[in-house]
């Protein structure tokens, strides 16, 4: 069993730069791959980086690919996104997600959840 509970989100202007963490519970945290996901108002969840156990390897949807980056110290039981030049459309509600497999894309894959953090970027 892992519980998440993600923190760091805001309100910041485009261009800016935030960093959110995602904590984690449970001794055996660095046998989960984790994901980060986001939901817009009104549109359907969509996966933006996962990062699998060890951290070796990472994994970003094209809209973040170069603006954001995933991070895990298993020491901490923490996963981070650094997201650089926000854009208004990366407004969402931002969730981590942890699997035992290998990071997928999609949400159904991922079998805990934490209960999201609110980014919001003003134009």
């Known amino acids: 069993q892992v519980q998440l509970v993600e923190s760091g989100g805001g309100l910041v202007q485009a261009g800016g730069s935030l960093r959110l963490s995602c904590a984690a519970s449970?001794?055996?945290?660095?046998?989960?791959?984790v994901g980060w996901f986001r939901q817009a108002q009104g549109k359907e969840r969509e996966f933006v980086a996962g990062?699998?156990?060890?951290?070796?390897?990472?994994y970003y949807a094209d809209s973040v690919k170069g603006r954001f980056t995933i991070s895990r110290d298993n020491a901490k039981n923490t996963v981070y996104l650094q997201m650089n030049s926000l854009k208004p459309e990366d407004t969402a509600v931002y969730y981590c997600?942890?699997?035992?497999?290998?990071?997928?894309?999609?949400?159904?894959?991922?079998?805990?959840w934490g209960q999201g953090t609110q980014v919001t970027v003003s134009s």
């Open positions: 997600a942890a699997r035992t497999a290998r990071p997928s894309d999609s949400s159904s894959d991922y079998h805990y």
């Open positions: 990062i699998i156990w060890g951290g070796s390897s990472t």
């Open positions: 449970g001794r055996t945290f660095s046998s989960y791959s």
